[in-house]
Protein backbone atom coordinates (compact mmCIF):
# COMPACT_ATOMS: atom_id res chain seq x y z
CA UNK A 1 0.00 0.00 0.00
CA UNK A 2 3.09 2.55 0.67
CA UNK A 3 1.67 3.66 3.58
CA UNK A 4 2.07 1.69 7.05
CA UNK A 5 -0.79 0.06 8.75
CA UNK A 6 -1.57 0.04 12.56
CA UNK A 7 -4.63 -2.25 13.69
CA UNK A 8 -6.45 -2.26 16.33
CA UNK A 9 -9.15 -5.45 17.58
CA UNK A 10 -12.76 -3.60 17.95
CA UNK A 11 -13.27 -4.14 21.78
CA UNK A 12 -16.92 -4.19 21.46
CA UNK A 13 -18.91 -7.24 22.54
CA UNK A 14 -19.14 -10.36 19.80
CA UNK A 15 -23.00 -8.99 18.91
CA UNK A 16 -21.07 -5.64 17.78
CA UNK A 17 -18.52 -7.08 16.01
CA UNK A 18 -19.64 -10.04 13.92
CA UNK A 19 -18.14 -12.48 16.38
CA UNK A 20 -14.96 -10.85 17.18
CA UNK A 21 -13.88 -11.07 13.33
CA UNK A 22 -14.17 -7.34 12.68
CA UNK A 23 -11.32 -5.24 12.95
CA UNK A 24 -10.29 -1.23 12.96
CA UNK A 25 -7.21 -0.56 10.54
CA UNK A 26 -5.39 2.75 10.78
CA UNK A 27 -4.06 3.17 6.92
CA UNK A 28 -2.26 6.71 7.15
CA UNK A 29 -5.23 8.85 8.22
CA UNK A 30 -7.61 7.09 7.80
CA UNK A 31 -10.06 4.81 9.50
CA UNK A 32 -11.55 1.69 7.88
CA UNK A 33 -13.29 -1.54 9.09
CA UNK A 34 -12.19 -4.72 7.91
CA UNK A 35 -11.58 -8.57 8.99
CA UNK A 36 -12.67 -12.12 7.15
CA UNK A 37 -16.50 -12.14 8.99
CA UNK A 38 -17.35 -8.71 7.62
CA UNK A 39 -19.52 -9.61 4.65
CA UNK A 40 -21.43 -12.19 6.80
CA UNK A 41 -21.79 -9.74 9.53
CA UNK A 42 -23.25 -7.48 7.48
CA UNK A 43 -25.24 -9.02 4.75
CA UNK A 44 -27.54 -10.42 7.87
CA UNK A 45 -28.29 -7.36 9.49
CA UNK A 46 -27.43 -4.27 6.86
CA UNK A 47 -26.05 -2.98 10.06
CA UNK A 48 -22.24 -0.82 10.30
CA UNK A 49 -21.60 -1.23 14.10
CA UNK A 50 -18.57 -0.28 16.44
CA UNK A 51 -19.33 0.61 19.15
CA UNK A 52 -16.97 1.34 21.70
CA UNK A 53 -14.10 0.44 19.04
CA UNK A 54 -12.04 3.89 20.62
CA UNK A 55 -12.53 5.64 17.66
CA UNK A 56 -11.23 9.45 17.81
CA UNK A 57 -13.10 10.42 14.29
CA UNK A 58 -15.50 8.79 11.75
CA UNK A 59 -14.78 6.33 9.87
CA UNK A 60 -13.84 6.18 5.93
CA UNK A 61 -17.27 6.32 4.34
CA UNK A 62 -15.52 4.23 1.22
CA UNK A 63 -15.37 1.51 3.67
CA UNK A 64 -18.84 1.22 4.66
CA UNK A 65 -21.16 -0.85 1.88
CA UNK A 66 -23.51 2.36 0.33
CA UNK A 67 -26.57 -0.05 1.27
CA UNK A 68 -26.22 0.05 4.78
CA UNK A 69 -29.68 1.11 6.55
CA UNK A 70 -27.66 1.28 10.30
CA UNK A 71 -24.66 3.32 11.23
CA UNK A 72 -24.02 2.53 15.02
CA UNK A 73 -20.38 4.48 16.38
CA UNK A 74 -21.93 4.80 19.56
CA UNK A 75 -19.29 4.75 22.74
CA UNK A 76 -16.88 6.02 21.10
CA UNK A 77 -14.37 9.21 21.00
CA UNK A 78 -15.51 11.29 18.16
CA UNK A 79 -15.51 14.60 17.75
CA UNK A 80 -17.05 15.58 14.42
CA UNK A 81 -19.90 14.37 11.69
CA UNK A 82 -18.21 14.84 8.71
CA UNK A 83 -19.32 16.25 5.25
CA UNK A 84 -18.84 12.44 3.70
CA UNK A 85 -21.90 11.39 5.75
CA UNK A 86 -23.85 12.51 2.66
CA UNK A 87 -22.83 9.54 0.44
CA UNK A 88 -24.25 6.90 2.80
CA UNK A 89 -27.89 7.83 1.08
CA UNK A 90 -29.51 4.53 2.28
CA UNK A 91 -28.97 5.13 6.13
CA UNK A 92 -32.25 4.55 8.44
CA UNK A 93 -30.66 4.92 11.46
CA UNK A 94 -27.59 6.91 12.73
CA UNK A 95 -26.86 6.23 16.22
CA UNK A 96 -23.60 8.40 17.85
CA UNK A 97 -24.42 8.48 21.82
CA UNK A 98 -21.75 8.87 23.53
CA UNK A 99 -19.16 10.27 21.70
CA UNK A 100 -17.57 14.11 21.97
CA UNK A 101 -18.92 15.62 19.17
CA UNK A 102 -19.38 19.22 18.47
CA UNK A 103 -20.07 19.69 15.05
CA UNK A 104 -22.37 18.30 12.74
CA UNK A 105 -22.23 18.73 8.73
CA UNK A 106 -24.80 20.46 7.36
CA UNK A 107 -24.46 17.68 4.65
CA UNK A 108 -26.29 15.41 6.88
CA UNK A 109 -29.41 17.08 5.53
CA UNK A 110 -29.31 14.35 2.35
CA UNK A 111 -29.89 11.65 4.14
CA UNK A 112 -33.86 11.71 3.59
CA UNK A 113 -34.31 8.07 4.07
CA UNK A 114 -33.24 8.46 8.55
CA UNK A 115 -35.86 7.95 11.08
CA UNK A 116 -34.00 7.98 13.81
CA UNK A 117 -31.03 9.76 14.69
CA UNK A 118 -29.56 9.43 18.37
CA UNK A 119 -26.60 12.00 19.64
CA UNK A 120 -27.38 11.09 23.11
CA UNK A 121 -24.26 12.29 25.53
CA UNK A 122 -22.31 14.66 22.78
CA UNK A 123 -20.83 17.86 23.29
CA UNK A 124 -23.75 19.73 21.07
CA UNK A 125 -24.53 23.60 21.48
CA UNK A 126 -26.58 23.34 17.82
CA UNK A 127 -27.65 21.34 15.49
CA UNK A 128 -27.61 21.84 12.06
CA UNK A 129 -30.73 23.81 10.17
CA UNK A 130 -31.23 20.73 7.29
CA UNK A 131 -31.86 18.21 10.01
CA UNK A 132 -35.10 19.77 10.51
CA UNK A 133 -36.27 19.22 7.15
CA UNK A 134 -36.06 15.20 7.60
CA UNK A 135 -39.35 14.83 6.86
CA UNK A 136 -39.22 10.76 7.61
CA UNK A 137 -37.40 11.44 11.57
CA UNK A 138 -39.37 9.52 13.79
CA UNK A 139 -37.18 9.37 17.01
CA UNK A 140 -34.43 12.67 17.74
CA UNK A 141 -32.57 12.15 20.92
CA UNK A 142 -30.42 15.21 21.63
CA UNK A 143 -30.40 15.10 25.60
CA UNK A 144 -27.64 15.11 27.64
CA UNK A 145 -25.62 18.04 25.57
CA UNK A 146 -25.30 21.72 25.73
CA UNK A 147 -28.26 22.74 23.34
CA UNK A 148 -29.88 26.46 24.59
CA UNK A 149 -32.68 26.90 21.82
CA UNK A 150 -34.21 24.76 19.46
CA UNK A 151 -35.66 26.26 16.47
CA UNK A 152 -39.45 26.55 14.96
CA UNK A 153 -38.45 24.84 12.47
CA UNK A 154 -38.35 21.61 14.82
CA UNK A 155 -42.63 22.02 13.68
CA UNK A 156 -41.61 20.46 10.04
CA UNK A 157 -40.76 17.13 11.78
CA UNK A 158 -44.62 16.21 11.65
CA UNK A 159 -44.06 12.37 11.70
CA UNK A 160 -41.42 12.48 14.94
CA UNK A 161 -42.90 9.91 17.98
CA UNK A 162 -39.45 10.39 20.25
CA UNK A 163 -38.40 13.64 20.93
CA UNK A 164 -35.48 13.62 23.78
CA UNK A 165 -34.14 17.00 24.87
CA UNK A 166 -33.65 16.83 28.59
CA UNK A 167 -30.54 17.32 30.34
CA UNK A 168 -29.16 20.58 27.83
CA UNK A 169 -29.46 24.29 28.43
CA UNK A 170 -32.60 25.08 26.87
CA UNK A 171 -34.23 28.81 27.40
CA UNK A 172 -37.31 28.51 25.84
CA UNK A 173 -39.38 25.73 23.94
CA UNK A 174 -40.87 27.09 20.58
CA UNK A 175 -44.31 27.23 20.29
CA UNK A 176 -44.15 25.29 16.70
CA UNK A 177 -43.38 21.93 19.20
CA UNK A 178 -47.69 21.90 19.17
CA UNK A 179 -47.34 20.79 15.61
CA UNK A 180 -45.68 17.51 16.45
CA UNK A 181 -49.31 15.51 16.69
CA UNK A 182 -47.65 11.98 16.55
CA UNK A 183 -45.31 12.81 19.85
CA UNK A 184 -45.94 9.96 22.27
CA UNK A 185 -42.60 10.18 24.26
CA UNK A 186 -41.16 13.91 25.22
CA UNK A 187 -38.15 14.46 27.87
CA UNK A 188 -37.80 17.97 28.65
CA UNK A 189 -36.48 17.72 31.72
CA UNK A 190 -33.52 19.08 33.68
CA UNK A 191 -33.13 22.32 31.92
CA UNK A 192 -32.38 24.33 34.63
CA UNK A 193 -33.06 28.07 32.60
CA UNK A 194 -36.30 26.45 30.85
CA UNK A 195 -38.97 28.90 32.81
CA UNK A 196 -42.29 28.16 31.02
CA UNK A 197 -43.72 25.76 28.87
CA UNK A 198 -45.75 27.03 25.13
CA UNK A 199 -49.12 26.52 26.00
CA UNK A 200 -49.03 24.97 22.43
CA UNK A 201 -48.38 21.75 23.64
CA UNK A 202 -51.70 21.63 25.00
CA UNK A 203 -52.64 21.23 21.33
CA UNK A 204 -51.07 17.77 21.06
CA UNK A 205 -54.49 15.12 20.15
CA UNK A 206 -53.65 13.42 23.07
CA UNK A 207 -50.71 13.53 25.64
CA UNK A 208 -47.60 12.12 25.10
CA UNK A 209 -47.63 8.11 26.56
CA UNK A 210 -44.11 8.82 28.41
CA UNK A 211 -43.30 12.51 29.41
CA UNK A 212 -40.80 14.17 31.90
CA UNK A 213 -40.95 17.55 32.07
CA UNK A 214 -39.36 17.86 35.83
CA UNK A 215 -36.48 19.55 37.80
CA UNK A 216 -36.98 23.07 35.57
CA UNK A 217 -37.03 26.26 36.84
CA UNK A 218 -40.31 27.47 35.86
CA UNK A 219 -41.37 30.88 36.79
CA UNK A 220 -44.67 31.00 34.78
CA UNK A 221 -47.22 28.02 33.25
CA UNK A 222 -50.26 28.30 31.72
CA UNK A 223 -53.27 27.40 33.93
CA UNK A 224 -53.86 24.85 31.47
CA UNK A 225 -50.61 23.39 31.22
CA UNK A 226 -50.40 22.69 35.01
CA UNK A 227 -54.13 20.83 34.61
CA UNK A 228 -52.92 18.87 32.00
CA UNK A 229 -49.42 18.13 33.19
CA UNK A 230 -49.55 18.54 36.98
CA UNK A 231 -47.74 14.91 37.80
CA UNK A 232 -44.95 15.36 34.61
CA UNK A 233 -43.71 18.94 35.93
CA UNK A 234 -42.61 18.06 38.82
CA UNK A 235 -42.07 20.32 41.80
CA UNK A 236 -42.66 23.69 40.89
CA UNK A 237 -44.57 26.97 42.96
CA UNK A 238 -47.57 27.13 43.93
CA UNK A 239 -49.74 28.94 42.90
CA UNK A 240 -47.79 29.05 39.78
CA UNK A 241 -48.29 32.94 37.98
CA UNK A 242 -50.84 32.81 35.16
CA UNK A 243 -50.83 35.72 32.90
CA UNK A 244 -53.73 38.59 31.71
CA UNK A 245 -52.34 40.49 28.82
CA UNK A 246 -53.95 43.32 27.38
CA UNK A 247 -55.60 42.79 24.31
CA UNK A 248 -55.42 46.02 22.61
CA UNK A 249 -51.72 46.06 22.15
CA UNK A 250 -50.64 42.76 23.07
CA UNK A 251 -48.94 44.69 25.90
CA UNK A 252 -46.49 42.00 28.11
CA UNK A 253 -47.77 43.89 31.64
CA UNK A 254 -49.80 41.87 33.69
CA UNK A 255 -52.39 42.88 36.83
CA UNK A 256 -52.40 41.55 40.25
CA UNK A 257 -55.14 40.40 41.14
CA UNK A 258 -54.45 41.41 45.14
CA UNK A 259 -51.40 42.04 47.17
CA UNK A 260 -51.20 39.05 49.23
CA UNK A 261 -47.85 36.92 49.55
CA UNK A 262 -49.56 34.48 46.92
CA UNK A 263 -50.69 36.24 44.58
CA UNK A 264 -53.02 34.96 41.83
CA UNK A 265 -52.78 36.07 38.15
CA UNK A 266 -55.57 36.66 36.31
CA UNK A 267 -56.75 35.05 32.61
CA UNK A 268 -54.93 35.92 29.97
CA UNK A 269 -57.30 37.36 27.68
CA UNK A 270 -55.45 35.61 24.25
CA UNK A 271 -53.17 32.82 25.39
CA UNK A 272 -51.68 32.35 22.05
CA UNK A 273 -50.70 35.65 21.67
CA UNK A 274 -49.58 35.38 25.34
CA UNK A 275 -47.31 32.22 24.80
CA UNK A 276 -45.42 33.23 21.11
CA UNK A 277 -44.54 36.95 23.22
CA UNK A 278 -43.67 35.19 26.37
CA UNK A 279 -41.65 32.83 25.06
CA UNK A 280 -39.84 34.82 22.57
CA UNK A 281 -38.81 36.63 25.26
CA UNK A 282 -35.22 37.03 26.66
CA UNK A 283 -35.14 35.55 30.24
CA UNK A 284 -33.96 39.17 31.75
CA UNK A 285 -37.50 40.21 30.33
CA UNK A 286 -39.22 36.92 31.44
CA UNK A 287 -37.74 37.47 34.94
CA UNK A 288 -38.12 41.51 34.74
CA UNK A 289 -42.09 40.66 34.06
CA UNK A 290 -42.87 38.01 36.81
CA UNK A 291 -41.70 40.08 39.43
CA UNK A 292 -41.76 43.26 38.40
CA UNK A 293 -43.63 45.38 42.25
CA UNK A 294 -44.96 47.83 39.97
CA UNK A 295 -46.83 46.92 37.15
CA UNK A 296 -50.63 47.74 37.26
CA UNK A 297 -53.97 46.58 38.90
CA UNK A 298 -56.22 48.97 38.16
CA UNK A 299 -59.25 46.99 37.38
CA UNK A 300 -58.69 44.98 39.74
CA UNK A 301 -57.72 47.08 42.79
CA UNK A 302 -60.51 48.46 45.22
CA UNK A 303 -61.20 52.32 44.94
CA UNK A 304 -58.81 54.40 46.94
CA UNK A 305 -58.71 58.12 47.84
CA UNK A 306 -57.83 60.67 45.26
CA UNK A 307 -54.29 61.45 46.77
CA UNK A 308 -53.10 57.37 46.16
CA UNK A 309 -54.75 57.47 43.32
CA UNK A 310 -52.25 60.16 41.93
CA UNK A 311 -49.49 58.56 43.45
CA UNK A 312 -50.85 55.22 41.62
CA UNK A 313 -50.66 56.87 38.04
CA UNK A 314 -47.42 58.14 38.74
CA UNK A 315 -45.88 55.06 39.49
CA UNK A 316 -47.02 53.50 36.26
CA UNK A 317 -46.26 56.20 33.69
Same mark, same amino acid.
Given at each position: ???? +? ?23 ? =?????? #????? &? ?40 ? $? ?13 ? $? ?23 ? *? ?7 ? /? ?11 ? @? ?40 ? $???? *? ?9 ? @? @???? #???? &????? *? ?5 ? %? ?5 ? %????? %? ?8 ? /? ?25 ? =? ?7 ? +? %??? !? ?11 ? !? ?15 ? !???
Amino acid at each position: MGKS +MKIKTCRSRERHCGGGGLKLVQVGD =DLVLTG #KNKKK &FYKKTKEYNCGACELTEFPDVSGIPKETKILDLGSNKITEIP $DSISELTNLEELNLY $DNEINKISPEIGKLTKLTKIKLTKN *NLTSVPQEI /WNLKNLQGLFLDH @NKLTYLPPEIGNLTNLRKLAVGNNELVFLPPEIGNLKRLYVL $DISE *NPKLKTIPVEL @N @NLPR #KPEF &FWANN *NKYEWLD %DSTVEKY %DKELG %DYPHPMPNQK /WASANNEEDFYKQSETVNSIFGDKLNR =DVATKIFGY +M %DTS !RQTQILHSGKTGG !RKTRRRKSRKSSRKSKR !RHR
